[in-house]
């Protein structure tokens, strides 16, 4: 079965990421690197998050993310949403709305807590809409105040 790999190219800093990603999600690590004896540009880099499969290399300036790709990231608990907004947005990472975020280098990132969709699938439409309506005024996800969206329709 073939498998298939998210491949990251970034318009520089590559390296950066992959060492920001791995240290920022357990079970991850870097398999194999390679970059230009010169320069220090990455060539090519092969890394697991949390025992997924990514590549990545540096392309140059013309490669460039848009907000119609991002890594969304399947949350626990406050705690998980938390930790993950905190190091994705740090050192000119930017805050969104509704969850996402992009870091530092320009990659977009959800961050939802599990129960989300969860709360958002009751058959009940007054709950759901109560829930949708919360999370549409938040930048990161807030737990407690879709429970309390939630339990007050």
Avoid at 12 to 23: F, I, M, N, P, R
Avoid at 32 to 39: A, G, I, N
Wanted: proline share 3%; aromatic share 12%; charged share 20%.
């Amino acid at each position: 079965m073939r498998k298939i790999t998210t491949f990251i190219t970034f318009d520089g800093h590559g390296k950066e990421a992959v060492d920001l990603y791995t240290a920022t999600f357990k079970n991850s690590k870097i398999i194999s690197v390679m970059t230009h004896p010169e320069t220090g540009t990455l060539l090519h880099a092969l890394f697991t998050l949390d025992g997924q499969h990514f590549m990545a290399m540096d392309g140059g300036k013309h490669f460039t993310f848009t907000d119609g790709f991002s890594l969304f990231i399947d949350c626990k608990s406050q705690e998980e949403v938390d930790y993950y907004w905190e190091k994705l947005t740090a050192d000119g990472g930017a805050p969104g709305s509704c969850g996402w975020l992009k870091d530092k280098f320009g990659v977009s990132w959800q961050v939802v807590p599990e129960i989300l969709g969860q709360l958002i699938a009751d058959p009940n439409p007054a709950k759901s809409q109560a829930v949708m309506q919360a999370m549409l005024k938040m930048g990161k996800i807030n737990i407690a105040e879709l429970q309390a969206a939630y339990d007050k329709a």
